[in-house]
């Protein structure tokens, strides 16, 4: 079985090698914390101290990090990914970072006789500890293919979209969809509640109709329970947001309405909620309209 190197170790990343552990690979690991990892390494995974030591001792690396810069300095950076690959190794990086970043990257790991995939996912932390991720997978299908029984040990829905980028631009499609949905939901629900009707009642109503969603459902019963501890952050979401409104300038695509819900989540860091969960959406619109409370 192949060698795994595996950098970021977070919310996301920490069950996603969890789950390459338990599916019988050797994983080697860096995180920024290593106390973090404990657990992680008591059953089996190797630690490394840094991205090139990485990719030394790995066939395969995956990186899970917060930002662009982030993946840019650990894969490009002094001691970082490249100054210890090696030809035929495969680098995937499953962050959501930008696309023109993920093609530049695929390029300069293609000059190095590798090949690059970018594999961003969807599904949350328990999609991420039940390995049933959604994987969107751009890059060349010989390394795909190669990559397939790593990505089934951590995802259910696995599908190669088209050239390096396309996985982004599946990303961050999956992002506008997203983000809207969530302001819309918690926007139902403060009009419910304003106009005196009971939105448990309402989303339970909704749910059996044409509006049904998983947002409706998962999100709705967040907002409704008040439970905003963190699955997917704000402000990991807002920053999808700038990403995909970048590369929507780049490529010339409108996206008024994206726009819109990333400056009302800019709103929603202001007022220091940028490690809730995102369905902590509604406390905006309850302040905005005068809400108190629940």
């Known amino acids: 079985m192949e060698r795994i190197g595996f950098i970021g170790l977070g919310a996301m990343g920490k069950p996603m090698a969890r789950n390459l552990l338990k599916a019988g690979f050797t994983v080697n690991v860096l995180t920024r914390t290593r106390s973090k990892i404990d657990d992680l390494l008591a059953v089996g995974a190797l630690w490394c101290d840094t991205p090139k030591e990485i990719a030394q001792k790995s066939d395969v690396v995956i990186t899970m990090l917060p930002d662009t810069p982030d993946v840019e300095q650990v894969v490009a950076g002094k001691n970082g990914v490249f100054d210890g690959v ?19 990257l695929a390029r300069e790991t293609e000059t190095r006789g590798c090949d690059f995939l970018d ?5 949350g932390d328990i999609g991420a500890q039940n390995a049933t991720l959604s994987i969107m997978v751009g890059g060349k299908e010989a390394a795909f293919n190669r990559a397939m029984p790593i990505f089934r040990a951590m995802g259910k ?43 448990r009642k309402v989303r339970q109503a909704i749910m059996g109709g044409s509006a049904y969603s998983r947002i409706l459902e998962s999100h709705g019963q967040k907002m409704i329970d008040r439970n905003f501890k963190p699955g997917f952050r704000m402000r990991l979401h807002r920053k999808d947001l700038d990403i995909t409104l970048d590369a929507g300038k780049a490529y010339g695509a409108a996206l008024p309405v994206t726009g819109q819900v990333r400056e009302l989540m800019t709103e929603t860091l202001n007022d220091g ?16 309209s005068n809400m108190q409370g629940k």
């Open 86 to 104: 090696h030809p035929g190794m495969l680098i995937i990086d499953m962050s959501t970072i930008s696309p023109i970043a993920v093609r530049k």
């Open 157 to 199: 829905t696995i599908l190669l979209i088209g050239d390096s980028g396309a996985g982004q631009i599946t990303k961050a499609s999956n992002q506008i969809l997203t983000s809207i949905h969530i302001e819309a939901v918690a926007e139902a629900l403060v009009f419910a509640a304003k106009a005196g009707v009971d939105p």
């Open 119 to 123: 594999a961003p996912v969807s599904g």
């Open 273 to 288: 909620q940028g490690d809730m969960d995102n369905s902590s959406f509604i406390l905006l619109l309850e302040k905005l």
